[in-house]
């Protein structure tokens, strides 16, 4: 535990909220205020009395309060310090340990000393969870932001150890020495072992037919025991989807959500943060698995949420990072329908939003020229995750920084595939013209000899026809075609008819008139 | 989780392994200070060309995405790559010359050739009602009698109808080359809604 922290400068331009480190403030790391003293005091009464709601109050409005006013720039007092208090007690000090790694990390610059020793306080914590031998009862919200911030923590590490060019002789030195921490083995290792352990997975089957109760209670253990593990295991699905987007496999991440039905309500929506970092990933990842009807869908119903909630959220201590989620979000549906026009999967008040926000920049992106590849590569930079490169580093000189490598091979594959689709915009202003065209025809309108234009067309049809994760093939395509030998018919998707409803309505409207008949006495 | 070397033998049968079996190949790949086994470049190229069979699912994609670029640019993968990028764009005349110049590795994955003729096939039945000789020949790279040997394999066995005059092939029907039979989605009236009127029909 370290009883020093060390100023870090971590320029950066590539991470997007700046954490520099505070000043050379005076910090003992002894000394407790009488605050902290009642702070820690309470907290650990409300654990063993299982208190969630206080326990939830004090997580999120009293140690942001305490945090502003007494530690603005400084890590709060140290575990050692405060142990006295809480009777020694070693969950507590490692609950603590987690909230005081996470305030420093948002208000300073962690040291590599600092962000090993973070690594070894979570397995202890995680440990100390998967042996089944804790008996609390934490919010929700307290439970999510250790995934989440386990997940960030090594998002950050890898991101830190990339850049090996200005590292000191000892960093060097503590890199070589504690090869284990932040591991990609080893965060995947706890991740999947939460899960497990927890058998969130059998508990969500189970549930759907009746046999068990999870969602219903939110996760919480009305009977007695502990929601720990099994709501630690469910977020850490989640947290799967996320460190394998961060790795660049989407597929992967994909399987670790299947789990949890995104179309139903579920626990991973009574918090606000990992409600987005759900859908966010979720479609991210489809987005680059090019299924972009179901990213549209899954972005527009979040967009809307927020829209319609975000006023309830302001002031909570996530709120900076969800208009920042939200804005990432707009930027990624602005690509997913430049890539496939739709024109019904998109609510009214998001859609404003995005031509607001978007709408020049969607124009000139379905143009599909030069400036058009700019801006794709603007709007995919601006709205990713923080890709991360998983191996240790080369210590061979010369040293070099590599933390951008992840994030680059990404774009390139990004632009790559808006590369192939290149021609589809032009066949689409046709297609949209014509209701049928000879092959021959339109290969003249669109200066290519016929076989290319077959090529074209078939381009069209593999791009737009997607395989879903059950092996069937959907169409995203909202304008379609079929060939006959030498001529293109054109398909223009229509919205289903609904003759029930109408006959429903009209049958009521005549027995209205009739009735209304009925009552006029004639003289 | 096992160590990348234990990984001698692999079946790809689900795509999550395929991925994983990557994941840790491309790890010792990674680090500078180990010699570069020329076993993991052979494994890494089978992987792909497994993927490229597996279109029109986007696994070779998804390996891509996986794949540094400095590895991306070695000869072996600059060939595989070319050839999804053909695929990919329904190209297949440049992709059977392109394939031709890499038999020798190619071949090393068997059914290759059958898997990348299921994939033009089924690109030609998503686009095509009726689709001319010619340009069936060019997708799967046959004629004469080996290609009317591979279409009375699909008439037999899928469908396909070979028509005697102009000898194009009418492909079979499905919800993407006639759009007629896309199911019309809800037009379920739901119970609830009938019993409203209930007391207007008794």
């Known amino acids: ?523 | 989780m096992e160590s990348p070397k234990e990984q001698s033998s692999y079946t790809v049968d689900s795509n999550s392994k395929l991925i994983v079996v990557l994941v840790f190949v491309m790890d010792d790949s990674l680090t500078g200070y180990l010699e570069p086994e020329r076993m993991n470049t052979h494994i890494v190229a089978r992987i792909l060309i497994k993927a490229l069979m597996a279109l029109p699912t986007p696994d070779f994609s998804l390996c891509l995405f996986l794949i540094p670029e400095r590895v991306q640019m070695e000869e072996q993968f600059k060939a595989l790559v070319v050839l999804s990028h053909y695929l990919e764009t329904g190209r297949f005349q440049q992709f059977w010359d392109e394939a031709a110049k890499n038999r020798h590795f190619l071949e090393s994955v068997p059914g290759f050739e059958l898997a990348i003729q299921a994939y033009a096939s089924h690109l030609l039945s998503l686009s095509y009602q009726k689709v001319p000789r010619s340009v069936l020949a060019e997708a799967v790279n046959m004629d004469g009698a080996s290609l009317d040997k591979f279409i009375e394999q699909q008439v037999a066995n899928s469908g396909w109808i070979a028509e005697k005059e102009d000898g194009n092939i009418v492909l079979p029907q499905n919800e993407f080359n006639h759009p007629e039979l896309k199911k019309n989605a809800g037009e379920n009236v739901p119970l609830e809604h009938i019993a409203r009127i209930f007391p207007i029909l008794g």
């Open chain 1, 1 to 523: 535990m370290t009883t020093t922290y060390d100023f870090e400068d971590t320029p950066s331009n590539y991470d997007d909220v700046q954490r520099q480190g505070g000043q050379d403030a005076v910090y003992d790391p002894n000394f407790v205020p009488d605050s902290v003293k009642s702070f820690v005091v309470h907290m650990y009464r409300h654990i063993r009395e299982k208190n969630v709601y206080e326990i939830h109050q004090m997580c999120e409005t009293s140690f942001q309060t305490l945090s502003e006013r007494l530690f603005k720039d400084t890590p709060w007092p140290s575990v050692e310090a405060i142990a006295p208090y809480v009777d020694n007690d070693h969950v507590f000090c490692l609950l603590y340990r987690e909230m005081w790694f996470r305030h420093l990390y948002a208000r300073l610059s962690p040291t590599l000393k600092q962000r090993i020793d973070s690594y070894d306080n979570y397995c202890s914590l995680f440990q100390v969870v998967l042996h089944g031998v804790v008996n609390m009862q934490l919010p929700n919200q307290w439970l999510w932001d250790m995934v989440d911030e386990f997940v960030y923590q090594f998002q950050s590490f890898c991101q830190y150890r990339a850049k090996m060019k200005n590292k000191t002789e000892q960093e060097i030195a503590l890199l070589k020495q504690n090869d284990k921490a932040w591991n990609v083995y080893g965060v995947l290792n706890f991740l999947q072992a939460l899960v497990e352990k927890s058998t969130i997975i059998q508990i969500l089957e189970q549930e759907k037919e009746g046999l068990e109760q999870f969602t219903a209670t939110d996760g919480y253990d009305y009977s007695g025991g502990s929601n720990v593990l099994k709501v630690l295991g469910y977020f850490s699905m989640v947290g799967l989807l996320r460190v394998h987007c961060l790795l660049g496999d989407y597929h992967t991440g994909l399987k670790w959500l299947q789990p949890i039905d995104i179309t139903q309500q579920g626990v991973y929506i009574s918090v606000i943060g990992c409600h987005i970092a759900t859908i966010y990933h979720y479609g991210f990842a489809n987005l680059m698995l090019r299924r972009y009807v179901d990213a549209v869908s899954e972005f527009n119903k979040i967009l809307l949420y927020i829209y319609k909630t975000k006023q309830y959220h302001q002031k909570s201590p996530q709120y900076e990072q969800l208009l920042k989620k939200n804005e990432q979000m707009y930027a990624l549906l602005a690509v997913c329908l430049s890539l496939c026009p739709q024109t019904k999967l998109v609510d009214e008040s998001v859609n404003s939003q995005l031509r607001e926000k978007y709408g020049e920049k969607m124009m000139r992106m379905q143009r599909c020229d030069d400036e058009a590849f700019g801006i794709y590569d603007e709007l995919f930079s601006y709205a990713c995750p923080k890709f991360i490169t998983p191996s240790a580093p080369s210590f061979e000189e010369p040293l070099v920084n590599y933390n951008q490598d992840a994030y680059r091979l990404q774009l390139k594959m990004f632009l790559y595939e808006v590369k192939q689709q290149q021609l589809l915009s032009g066949v689409r202003t046709f297609l949209k013209v014509y209701s049928s065209i000879s092959l021959a025809k339109l290969a003249n309108y669109m200066e290519v000899d016929e076989p290319t234009l077959r090529t074209i067309l078939l381009t069209y049809k593999h791009k737009t026809h997607s395989v879903g994760s059950d092996g069937k093939v959907i169409s995203n395509a909202d304008i379609d075609f079929y060939i006959n030998n030498d001529m293109i018919y054109v398909v223009e998707s229509k919205p289903a008819k609904r003759y029930g409803d109408f006959f429903l309505r009209q049958i009521a409207k005549l027995e209205g008139v009739m009735n209304d008949m009925d009552r006029i006495k004639l003289e």
